[in-house]
């Protein structure tokens, strides 16, 4: 039995595995790239022994922690830094290192889930508005201009109080405002990036429109919303840490870091209570800063030359 395949059908599917395999060793070189360029960055490295290191206190909280975060000890209340208490106690007599511990584990996942979930919905609509254009992008960039028209800490303090105030609907209110940014950012990304050349070179060996869209064009445009997305990641905890410090967060007996500054402000003589948790946020936040900023100037030509 002879075989039925063509020559055009022989010669097309040897350029996509052409196209596929040079895809690969594009993205394996840019990898290796970034990693190199990281390494020479040293406050890169610092910001990221940080997470690290936070990390890993924050997982094995239930191990190091020397006591139970929730137990009040009221004859051991408010007592200044100590070899018994490294962090001193709060009004209750909690002991604040345990508390610091086991916040990592509320708002480190509670920033991490602001970010995925808000770039995903952001990428999607920005992606669809910047790449079909017309009445699709008219109404959805009009959409995400009324979320944007609101301060945003103003309008997630609105959904939070109208929710209630708890740690998933901070989330959530975080959530909701902070969308738009990732669908303007992408949208624009996807404009610039559907005109080059290997967009239309996708077309013309035959991909469909919505292979063009999730498989050539947004690979293209990802780099910076990764680099947006780990800035972003610092920037959530401190508006999770606000919602939490206006009462619209954590509940009071959860050890949350925005929460435990809001107790420290109500014992301002004791200001272990609040500075402890501030201190656990500014290392996170500059470390992530510290971090998303290696990453631009390691995707970015323009900026590696300079590192």
């Not at 624009?188 to 050539?216: D, F, H, I, M, P």
Request: hydrophobic share 55%; proline share 6%; charged share 15%.
């Amino acid at each position: 039995m002879q075989s039925t395949t063509t020559p055009s059908s022989t010669g097309y599917a040897a350029v996509v595995n052409l196209a596929a395999a040079n895809s690969i060793r594009s993205q394996r070189s840019r990898l290796s790239t970034v990693i190199y360029f990281l390494k020479r960055n040293h406050l890169a490295l610092v910001g990221l022994l940080v997470v690290l290191f936070i990390l890993l206190i924050t997982v094995t909280a239930p191990l190091l922690a020397p006591f139970d975060p929730l137990k009040q000890m009221i004859p051991d209340r408010l007592q200044p830094p100590s070899p018994h208490h490294l962090f001193g106690t709060d009004q209750l007599g909690r002991d604040i290192l345990s508390r610091v511990m086991y916040g990592g584990r509320i708002s480190l996942p509670a920033a991490l889930a602001v970010v995925v979930f808000a770039g995903l919905v952001g990428t999607v609509v920005g992606a669809i508005a910047g790449f079909l254009g017309g009445m699709v992008e008219e109404i959805f960039m009009r959409l995400t201009d009324i979320f944007m028209a609101f301060p945003t800490i103003i309008l997630a303090m609105a959904i939070a109080a109208a929710l209630g105030p708890n740690v998933s609907n901070a989330i959530i209110a975080t959530i909701v405002v902070w969308w738009p940014n990732y669908a303007r950012i992408v949208r624009s990304l996807v404009l610039s990036v559907k005109e080059n050349e290997y967009v239309q070179a996708s077309r013309a060996l035959g991909a469909t429109e919505v292979r063009v869209l999730w498989r050539v064009v947004l690979p293209n445009s990802f780099p910076p919303v990764l680099v947006m997305a780990t800035l972003d990641l610092g920037n959530a905890i401190l508006v999770l840490a606000g919602l939490s410090f206006l009462g619209l967060g954590a509940k009071p007996e959860q050890p949350e870091w925005g929460r435990m500054i809001a107790d420290g402000i109500k014992n301002f003589d004791q200001w272990w209570i609040s500075a402890f948790p501030g201190l656990a946020i500014f290392l996170i936040v500059m470390a992530f800063n510290f971090v998303g900023d290696g990453l631009r100037d390691a995707l970015d030509p323009r900026l590696r030359r300079q590192i």
